[in-house]
């Protein structure tokens, strides 16, 4: 049987890159909720160990790693943006606990969110 608009083929890499890119969407849009692996794999109906082996294909990073990063990136702008304490910070980028939020943030920055913080305002205060 012949269809009017035949189905077309979909190139394993594109789908793959798609899944990566869903992904990336998914955490970008709910970073600051409790995600792991497997509630985006569920998100996007996919096997956990498939997201997770695509994913460090096509970024590099795994998506636990990808996470933490996203994370500590948006608590950057809301640090430098915001006069927000620290653990309202912590709490809206999907950290509970603002100890581990701050020692994250140190290993990652060498410099506490605090620090961070007053060396942005006096960059913007010139």
């Given amino acids: 049987m012949v269809t009017k608009f035949p189905r077309q083929q ?3 890499q594109e789908k793959q890159k798609s899944y990566t890119d869903l992904a990336i969407r998914y955490i970008e849009a709910n970073y600051s909720q409790p995600i792991n692996i497997s509630s985006i794999a569920n998100a996007l109906h996919i096997e956990r160990t498939y997201l997770y082996r695509l994913f460090k ?3 590099g990073m795994l998506p636990k790693d990808f996470l933490i ?3 500590l990136k948006r ?3 809301l640090l430098t943006e ?6 309202v910070i912590a709490l809206s980028v999907g950290y509970e606990d603002a100890l581990y939020f701050s020692r994250l943030f140190k290993h990652t920055y060498h410099c506490t969110p605090t620090q961070y913080r007053q060396s942005h305002q006096l960059i913007i205060s010139s």
């Fill in 69 to 71: 990063t996203y994370r």
């Fill in 82 to 87: 915001t006069t927000q304490p620290i653990k």
């Fill in 75 to 77: 608590s950057c702008s």
């Fill in 10 to 12: 979909i190139d394993l």
């Fill in 57 to 59: 294909e096509r970024t």
